[in-house]
């Protein structure tokens, strides 16, 4: 199963996860034999989280932080220690085989506000009619 893996200094890192026994492999990347959990932020996507990160006193995720709130499309609360990304099976558990990540845009959500013409950089304001 492909994977990738946040560090809280910004580092990413690409997996090859075991097709079995899956869930110990993601521990043992994230640090700890405790809970491990599973959050979704996008329908494409599981991130795997500390369970116990910030009680611990782990550093603060901001690159996993800003891409879970890019998807979801708001600010997030904080997320600590290394992160796991895998893709997302239809069960709703970690899809293995995945090789494909899913964008920080999304189509549900528009980038810069919800009108076409908003003046988002790169983005032409509409003309108007006589």
């Known amino acids: 199963m492909r994977a990738l893996r ?3 200094d910004t580092t990413v890192t690409e997996l090859d996860l075991p097709a079995t026994g899956a869930h110990s492999a993601i521990q043992d990347h994230i640090g700890t034999t405790d809970a491990v ?3 979704v932020y996008h ?4 991130l795997h989280i500390h ?3 910030r009680t ?3 550093a603060q995720n901001t690159a996993a932080w800003a891409l879970a709130s890019a998807w979801r499309g708001t600010a997030l609360y904080p997320i600590h220690g290394p992160v796991i990304v895998t893709g997302r099976a239809q069960d709703g558990g970690a899809a293995a085989g995945t090789t ?7 189509r549900s959500r528009r980038p810069y506000g919800r009108h076409w013409g908003s003046g988002a950089p790169g983005r032409p ?3 108007k009619r006589p």
Request: hydrophobic share 30%; aromatic share 4%; proline share 12%.
């Open 37 to 39: 959990d599973q959050s």
């Open 100 to 106: 494909a990540w899913p964008s920080t845009r999304t």
């Open 125 to 127: 304001r509409p003309t």
């Open 56 to 58: 611990i006193g782990l």
């Open 43 to 46: 329908g494409r996507a599981l």
């Open 6 to 8: 946040i560090a809280p």
């Open 51 to 53: 369970g116990n990160g």
